[in-house]
């Protein structure tokens, strides 16, 4: 039951705006998230957890919607190191004793152009 | 280490031959992680390590899998008689956390072509 993002790709000029979401049909506990460059590692950006918060840092942060059990990536002023794919990984309330898994979505293809 | 490392970053292999891919985590990390990315896929999870104690070795896709990490360090995955499907990129990360909701790094992976 992996989780779905949404949009699969978005194109942006620089010092554009966009928004990526993470929606999951199990409760879950937190989210994380990551981008990652062709060929390179996925990195580390945040975690979410439950009870509905908020973080950022620069120009990147993200919410949690415990109601909707999605949660949104907002990129503002986006700049040409911003391109890569993002992706999602959630652990549930209720993974059950003995799991450890983070769930990833299919991500989100984001490219910026001059 | 400054980071988490992984070798060999590719390796072909003809199919039926045995592999052992190998990650040295962060040093110190308590958690680590195995995952297999597939092109165009997100990772998918393969085992979970606890210091020396693999706790979650649910996404293994079959016996052929095997992973260790003995003394709660590197880490050793090895897949026997490689089949075709196998071809993927394998994402090792660590974490100085146990789940849930720790900060998890990954590696730059090695990509497994079967041949």
């Known amino acids: 039951q992996q989780p779905v993002q949404s949009p699969q790709a978005v194109i942006l000029r620089e010092g554009e705006d966009a928004v990526i979401n993470c929606s999951s049909s199990?409760?879950?506990?937190?989210v994380h998230w990551y981008r990652q460059k062709h060929g390179e590692a996925p990195v580390f950006l945040m975690i979410?957890?439950?009870?509905?918060e908020q973080k950022g840092h620069d120009k990147i942060s993200a919410s949690f919607n415990e109601k909707k059990q999605q949660s949104s990536l907002y990129l503002t002023a986006s700049q040409l190191s911003y391109s890569g794919t993002y992706f999602c990984?959630?652990?549930?309330?209720?993974?059950?004793?003995?799991?450890?898994?983070?769930?990833f979505g299919k991500g989100t293809k984001l490219s910026v152009i001059p | 280490g400054a980071g988490v490392s992984q070798s060999p970053r590719y390796k072909v292999a003809k199919r039926g031959q045995d592999v052992a891919l190998r990650c040295d985590p962060i040093?110190?990390?308590?958690?680590l992680f195995w995952y297999q990315q597939a092109l165009g896929q997100g990772p998918e999870f393969l085992t979970y390590?606890?210091?020396?104690?693999?706790?979650?070795k649910s996404g293994l896709p079959s016996d052929r899998f095997f992973a260790e990490r003995p003394e709660g360090s590197v880490s050793t995955l090895k897949i026997q008689r490689t089949q075709q499907e196998d071809s993927a990129v394998y994402l090792c990360?660590?974490?100085?956390?146990?789940?849930?909701?720790?900060?998890?790094?990954f590696g730059q992976g090695t990509r497994l072509t079967v041949v």
């Open positions: 990360a660590s974490s100085l956390v146990a789940p849930p909701a720790g900060e998890a790094f």
């Open positions: 199990k409760a879950l506990y937190s």
């Open positions: 979410l957890l439950k009870g509905g």
């Open positions: 990984g959630t652990e549930w309330e209720d993974s059950g004793a003995g799991s450890y898994q983070l769930t």
């Open positions: 040093s110190g990390h308590v958690s």
């Open positions: 390590f606890q210091n020396e104690a693999q706790l979650d």
